[in-house]
């Protein structure tokens, strides 16, 4: 499967000082373009656990017997880490944020590039989801998000906005919510990222 290809590879690795007999961790294995850099600098007694909440993932998971690949958000990483009889770790290499598969697949909802279902699911396991968060949060919870996790100044006029034109129809996809908040996002910060990420 096409994934994106680590930013600052061989720096980011370089960083972790690998002993070939270390244990690693890689919280957000995606393409498993860290995983693969790691691997290759460990020695046969050495070990590494990667974790992704996202199934599609899967399809990239290295056969190596140095190797595990955990299926779950890496907020479990201790339980994971204990399960398998781990103490402590060597190095943990964090790559946050979306990847550019996750923009590039227009059916996961996380660019404006496409016109797709509202669904922003780091995992599919998940219930909740963008159509949800838009349709059902309140005034508040709306604004909170925007401002939390969107930084946007303008969260109570967006929210506002949002819920005065799903009270006449559901907003189901991107380009709906496009529509609806046509007159701020020229000037948000969220869709001048939103711009820069899908122009890569």
């Not at 779950?72 to 399960?83: I, M, P, S, W």
């Not at 189901?172 to 046509?182: A, C, D, F, P, Y």
């Amino acid at each position: 499967m096409e994934y994106h290809n680590p930013v600052l590879l061989h720096a980011s690795v370089d960083g972790l000082n690998i002993k070939p007999d270390g244990i690693y961790v890689d919280v957000t294995f995606g393409g498993g373009g860290h995983s693969r850099e790691i691997l290759n600098r460990l020695g046969s007694n050495g070990k590494l656990f990667a974790f992704d909440q996202d199934e599609d993932a899967l399809a990239n998971s290295i056969i190596d017997e140095r190797f595990v690949l955990i299926n779950e958000n890496f907020r479990y990483l201790k339980r994971f880490l204990r399960f398998h009889g781990i103490q402590k770790v060597d190095g943990i290499l964090a790559d946050l944020g979306v990847s550019s598969h996750q923009f590039d697949k227009g059916e996961r909802g996380f660019s404006t590039r496409f016109d797709a279902e509202l669904d922003m699911r780091m995992s599919q396991k998940n219930d909740l989801n963008a159509f949800r968060v838009v349709n059902e949060y309140d005034a508040e919870n709306l604004k909170r998000v925007f401002l939390d996790y969107g930084e946007l100044k303008n969260a109570p006029a967006i929210a506002r906005v949002i819920i005065e034109a799903r009270e006449n129809t559901p907003i189901r996809n991107t380009e709906q919510l496009k529509i609806v908040l046509g007159r701020f996002y020229q000037h948000t910060k969220a869709i001048k990222y939103w711009r820069k990420c899908t122009k890569r």
